[in-house]
């Protein structure tokens, strides 16, 4: 271990100071907002909005379904005990069940309302409905939670599902990630550097730059309120990978200037080779970044802005704190060691079958081709959770008991009348009625419902059909329950929907319009849709054009960039093919394969297309530099490939182990995006070290045969 410069040590007491201040003072815990995926200024939250002005929203909710033996006294007495004490929960404004609302449980079974909200459709179940104040929604989760474990038993199982609850879940979830995460990082990154390079003055240098710039960058992301949520909380390990990439650049252009034998302050010159292709590459990832800034899913955007901030901090780090500590390492630590003999191995194995590699890159691109087409941009809710988890089970078990997604519909008379009349009545139980028997819903409420219940009632039943029986569920002592399903101007009409998600077999955007269909057939026409299972329909379609005209941008621009770094056109179109092979062979395997492509996974392209161009750009700014007139091309790709074999490698195993963390998520969505970024990084190395070469070259000789012809 070197002895340590005064420079060296204010890095480090920095990044110590740093460190208390950031689990002091920064909020590290992982926030998601019920709306999941949407901030409430998106334009797909508008809808929303508009539907929350004009009713007395109750749909913040939780169900608690309960099966077994629902006519035996034992049941119906447990129910009663787990409803009371769930009442007694600060935040809760309300409980339905079989218990605390019908009279009895032939009231629940025969009643229009209560048989639809509280009994399940093989009446093996019931459900108890919680209504929550939405300003309590997270905190209630707990103490709710822990009644359902201690009432939970054999013979009474207790399922529990709803948006605050799910929240809970992938709250807890990703704080697990961020812990994982961090300790495997710091573990694995510890001993890939060490092994590497063989030196603990580059170890720690690395270490203090890579943990410096994720501690500043959540740290400054913090000031600009941009909140630890469903991508970046994954944040600080996408800027410890990327901090270690330029780091990795900078170490190998060191040692091939110790190589030389001539300049006197080696990390200069060093940095004076690396900086500029990191620059540029830098900027490349900060533009992958920036693309998804404008794409209207918060989520997304956080990852973006974050992004930002990642990128220029790990560049500011790598070329402001690292040298203090390369400087500090021995020139002998330059000479080869196991790695560098088996990557020299590897490196003339593929040579030997450079010709087969290229084949096979342009082979596997056209098959991945056809397969972009196929990918699933509108998974289940079910995909973003592990098959055997709690959450999965039992999201899938309220699913087929009544669905587990909400949507809500409201509509209008299609002749302007008002919905108070017997007419009116008539199509809203028509359509009542169509959409109970489609096979995408699992339950219904609305307002014909509400009335019919009403009518069981023998006091309630004397009165007009809809002026009296609204007067009266508009007062007080029935909680205002009119209002949650018609405006006051008896205008517009509420259904609420919950919709299933197993078995989906066509986009939900698809699902709607056919529902929106079946309102126009009865006379009526759809105003407003909401709910979640409408904003992860909007999101889908957003990832999908995301994917196409997102990522086409992005190649257009690095298109650009690799002109302005290559300063020939050749080079650039060379460097312009290579960038476009890595989306579409990793979207297309994705497509074949029948991987869904959600939020969380879609941004795997972006990065790893920022990532992708980076050591075609170290490549290139070499090749301008190295290459001579009494050179021939061929020669001189040749030259810089042979000198990029090593750090263009080593890059990659970094990326592959730095994003193959994510693997140790306990999302599937963050395993699909670890492993989309890792396959894309591994078809950049091949690109960067035959396809741009050679395509460059192959360029070459078509434009000298063209002069020669002229």
């Known amino acids: 271990m070197p002895k340590l410069s005064k420079e060296a040590w204010t890095f480090i007491v920095l990044a110590t100071a740093s460190a208390i201040v950031l689990f002091n003072y920064v909020n590290l815990v992982p926030r998601i907002g019920n709306n999941f995926f949407f901030s409430n200024n998106d334009p797909q939250f508008q809808d929303e909005k508009?539907?929350?002005?004009l009713f007395h929203r109750r749909d913040s909710l939780l169900v608690i379904n309960a099966s077994g033996r629902i006519s035996s006294k034992a049941y119906m007495q447990k129910i009663h005990d787990l409803s009371t004490s769930l009442s007694r929960v600060g935040g809760v404004s309300e409980v339905k069940s079989i218990a605390m609302g019908p009279s009895s449980?032939?009231?629940?079974?025969?009643?229009?309302?209560?048989?639809?909200?509280?009994?399940?459709?093989?009446?093996?179940?019931?459900?108890?409905i919680i209504f929550i104040n939405p300003v309590y929604s997270q905190a209630i989760i707990p103490p709710i939670k822990k009644l359902v474990s201690r009432y939970s038993q054999k013979g009474f199982r207790l399922v529990m599902s709803g948006p605050s609850y799910i929240v809970d879940m992938i709250s807890h979830n990703l704080l697990r990630d961020i812990r994982v995460f961090t300790v495997l990082v710091l573990a694995i990154?510890?001993?890939?550097?060490?092994?590497?390079?063989?030196?603990f003055g580059i170890l720690?240098?690395?270490?203090?730059?890579?943990?410096s710039a994720s501690m500043w960058t959540l740290m400054i992301t913090h000031m600009l309120h941009i909140t630890i949520g469903l991508l970046t909380a994954n944040l600080a390990t996408i800027v410890f990978v990327i901090t270690l990439s330029h780091i990795i650049f900078f170490t190998y252009n060191w040692k091939y200037v110790l190589s030389l034998d001539g300049p006197p302050s080696p990390v200069d010159e060093a940095m004076h080779l690396t900086f500029s292709p990191s620059f540029w590459s830098m900027t490349t990832t900060t533009l992958g970044f920036l693309s998804l800034l404008f794409v209207p899913a918060q989520p997304l955007k956080e990852l973006g802005a974050g992004g930002v901030v990642g990128a220029l901090m790990a560049i500011s780090v790598a070329y402001g704190v690292y040298p203090a500590f390369l400087r500090l390492v021995p020139p002998s630590i330059s000479k080869n060691n196991a790695l560098d003999r088996y990557q020299q191995k590897m490196e003339r194995s593929l040579e030997?079958?450079?010709?087969?590699?290229?084949?096979g890159i342009f082979l596997l691109f056209f098959i991945a081709l056809p397969g972009i087409w196929r990918a699933n941009t509108d998974p289940s809710l079910f995909s973003f959770f592990a098959k055997n988890t709690l959450l999965r089970k039992n999201l899938v078990y309220i699913d087929h008991h009544g669905g587990s997604s909400p949507l809500m519909l409201v509509v209008r008379s299609a002749s302007g009348q008002r919905l108070d009349t017997d007419r009116a009545y008539d199509k809203l139980w028509?359509?009542?009625?169509?959409?109970e028997n489609y096979d995408p819903v699992g339950s219904v409420i609305s307002l014909p419902v509400l009335m019919a219940q009403a009518r069981e009632s023998s006091f309630l039943a004397k009165l007009p059909p809809w002026s009296g029986l609204l007067d009266i569920l508009r007062a007080k002592q029935f909680n205002n329950i009119a209002n949650s399903f018609i405006t006051t101007d008896d205008s517009k009409g509420l259904f609420i929907l919950r919709m299933k998600e197993s078995g989906r077999k066509i986009p939900r955007l698809e699902v709607i319009h056919r529902i929106k269909k079946m309102a126009v057939a009865h006379g009526l026409i759809p105003v407003l849709v909401g709910g979640i299972y409408s904003l992860q329909g909007h999101l889908a379609k957003l990832v999908a054009s995301s994917i196409i005209f997102g990522l086409g941008q992005l190649i257009l621009i690095f298109s650009f960039i690799a002109w302005m770094v290559a300063r020939s056109l050749k080079i650039a179109l060379a460097i312009t093919l290579s960038i476009c092979i890595i989306p579409v062979i990793v979207l297309g395997m994705i497509g074949w394969f029948g991987i869904p492509v959600d939020v969380i996974s879609a941004p795997a392209c972006n990065i790893a297309l920022g990532l992708g161009i980076d050591s075609m750009i170290h490549m290139v700014r070499a090749y301008r530099r190295q290459k001579h007139p009494e050179h021939k091309n061929a020669e001189a790709w040749d030259r810089i490939r042979h000198r990029f074999w090593q750090p263009v490698l080593t890059f990659t195993l970094v990326m592959v182990l730095g994003f193959g963390i994510f693997m140790f998520s306990e999302f599937p969505s963050t395993q699909r995006f670890g492993a989309a970024v890792v396959f894309g990084t591994l078809i950049a190395a091949m690109t960067a070290l035959f396809i741009m070469p050679t395509t460059a070259q192959l360029r070459t000789g078509i434009f000298k045969r063209s002069w020669t012809r002229s």
């Not at 508009?50 to 002005?53: A, L, P, R, Y």
């Not at 890939?192 to 063989?198: A, K, L, Q, S, Y």
């Not at 720690?204 to 943990?211: K, N, R, W």
Request: hydrophobic share 45%; proline share 2%; glycine share 6%.
């Open 189 to 199: 990154f510890g001993l890939v550097t060490f092994f590497i390079f063989r030196s």
């Open 352 to 359: 030997k079958r450079k010709n087969q590699t290229v084949i």
């Open 430 to 435: 028509g359509l009542q009625k169509s959409l």
């Open 105 to 128: 449980l032939e009231d629940a079974l025969k009643g229009p309302l209560w048989s639809r909200l509280l009994i399940a459709k093989d009446q093996k179940s019931t459900n108890i």
């Open 204 to 211: 720690l240098g690395a270490v203090v730059s890579c943990v």
């Open 50 to 53: 508009e539907i929350s002005h």
